[in-house]
């Protein structure tokens, strides 16, 4: 099939490069002309594992192309994903003007008939203006070309993306045309072998589908925070607890792991979201608006744990071992870390950083820290030394090495990578989340 995808940010370079290696024949659309240059060049903006390679040998194989020009590519292709982003308002209202503008020029450019599929995560509706912004768009030009508007939400995570996008757990189709239930089920034929399942239905169902299944996640991570924050007051083990209600396989073990809360750019932006729209739609979203508040206040408490051990942080120099919202990827958009740092120097505490992919990125927005090389550099001097992602290199650290740089042996964990009981051992005064 001929694909255009536009917006090459995080979902489109993804999904232009999965279905360039399913053999089809993909242009990849952005307006940053120097990114379009860099990726002909098979240089990816950001860090994903797996994803230059994949875009380097499809390239090469000539099945991958990106462009500038949507209006010259547009009509060459037999489906036209819109994957460009979808920033939300602090109150959870989402911009979707990058979204209308990619339908608009598609309705300006097409002259025969186009299966328009959104991956981007849109608020529930976003299907129907785009079917009336490419209508009007054609209607302006005297043009009668025939089109459908297709849901197609997309799951990938972060850091495992090109693994997600090639075995996810489930495709969801939402469209109500038999044709192009079709043409979706030629498309992800190469995944339908490997059994994975296809969920068709309208589009609204597909899109709302998209923000229940982040929002459930969000609830998850919060709901067992809320455990460990009690554990904390009557001395129980969140770990223990998340392993034994893991067995009951109505709950499973996936996103269990108590800490210092979600980040990134999609669980905040997607609670948020959801709880705005059902809220416009005259519904009171409880359980998610929940979610939000613990989340909120799981990284404050965090930061309360730093002042009980050290009272006063002026002066106080505080190493932070990871700035990323999750192992794996550069990406510090709502990391946790932001909110620490911004408390640590509201507080006058001397704060120096290291993160192992992170730290040109953070270079850029994060000011007033010392960027060291590693997390002994970091531990230096240190009356206190954070864990705020579980890179794999902070699980297996030098420990004795830390605790004879650091000023004070005190390691306050959020992300519980280390055991309290060996780490008491060696001479560290160790706080996870819900060790008690
Ligand atoms: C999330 C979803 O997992 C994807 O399925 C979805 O496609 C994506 O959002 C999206 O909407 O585009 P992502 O944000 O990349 O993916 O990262 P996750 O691996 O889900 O982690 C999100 C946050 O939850 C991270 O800050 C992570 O540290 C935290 N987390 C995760 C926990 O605190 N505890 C857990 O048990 C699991």
């Given at each position: 099939m001929?694909?255009?995808?536009v ?13 360039a ?6 242009v ?30 499809n ?8 462009t ?13 994903f ?5 920033p939300?308002h ?11 503008r ?12 186009k ?10 509706g976003t299907?129907?203006r785009?079917t ?20 197609n ?43 994975t399942?296809?969920?068709f ?42 392993k ?21 750019s ?24 929940a ?17 009980s051990?050290l ?22 958009r ?11 120097q509201?507080?006058?505490a001397?704060?120096k ?10 270079r ?7 960027f ?5 550099q970091t531990a230096?001097?240190?009356d206190?030394?954070l ?8 699980r ?21 990578i ?7 051992k060696?001479g ?9």
């Open positions: 001929k694909i255009c995808v917006g090459s940010g995080y979902v489109g370079l993804v999904t232009s490069a999965c279905f290696d399913f053999g089809n024949t993909v990849g659309v952005d307006i940053d002309r120097e990114k379009v240059k860099q990726l002909n060049k098979g240089k990816v903006p950001f860090h994903e594992p797996g994803l230059d390679e994949l875009i380097k040998n390239i090469k194989d000539g099945r991958l192309t990106f500038t020009n949507l209006k010259k590519v547009v009509n060459d292709s037999d489906l036209v819109i994957c460009v982003g979808t939300t602090r109150n959870g209202s989402i911009d979707l003007s990058y979204v209308e990619a339908a608009r020029n598609i309705g300006e450019s097409i002259d025969g008939y299966i328009v599929v959104t991956k981007s995560t849109v608020p529930v299907s129907k785009i009336g912004i490419i209508a009007a768009a054609l209607k302006k030009r005297r043009e009668k070309v025939k089109f459908d508007v297709v849901s939400p997309e799951f990938l995570r972060e850091g495992a993306a090109v693994f997600d996008a090639t075995h996810p757990n489930r495709i969801i189709v939402g469209t109500e045309s038999t044709a192009v239930r079709q043409v979706m089920s030629e498309l992800y034929r190469p995944l339908y072998l490997l059994g399942p296809m969920v239905t309208n589009c609204q169902t597909a899109e709302l589908a998209k923000y229940a299944a982040n929002a459930f996640l969000a609830t998850k991570i919060s709901f067992i925070n809320e455990i460990a924050n009690m554990c904390e007051i009557v001395g129980a083990e969140v770990k223990d607890i998340a034994a209600m893991s067995y009951d396989n109505r709950i499973g073990g996936k996103f269990l792991h108590a800490g210092i809360g979600y980040g990134g999609c669980f905040p932006k997607d609670t948020r979201g959801l709880v705005y729209q059902s809220g416009a739609a005259g519904y009171e979203m409880k359980i998610v608006a979610a939000i508040k613990v989340n909120e206040e799981q990284v404050k408490r965090f930061c309360r744990k730093i002042v051990q009272g006063t942080l002026k002066n106080k120099t505080i190493g932070i071992l990871g700035l990323s919202f999750k192992p794996n990827t550069d990406d510090i709502e990391a946790p870390a932001l909110a620490v740092i911004d408390f640590l509201h507080e006058k001397l704060v950083v290291f993160d192992p992919v992170a730290m040109a990125l953070a850029r927005s994060v000011k007033g820290v010392t060291c090389r590693d997390a002994y230096k001097d240190c206190a030394l864990i705020i992602t579980e890179w794999n290199e902070f297996n650290l030098d420990l004795a090495r830390i605790n004879k740089l650091m000023k004070k042996p005190v390691i306050i964990d959020g992300r519980n280390y055991n309290p009981g060996e780490m008491k060696l560290f005064i160790y706080t996870g989340v819900g060790r008690g």
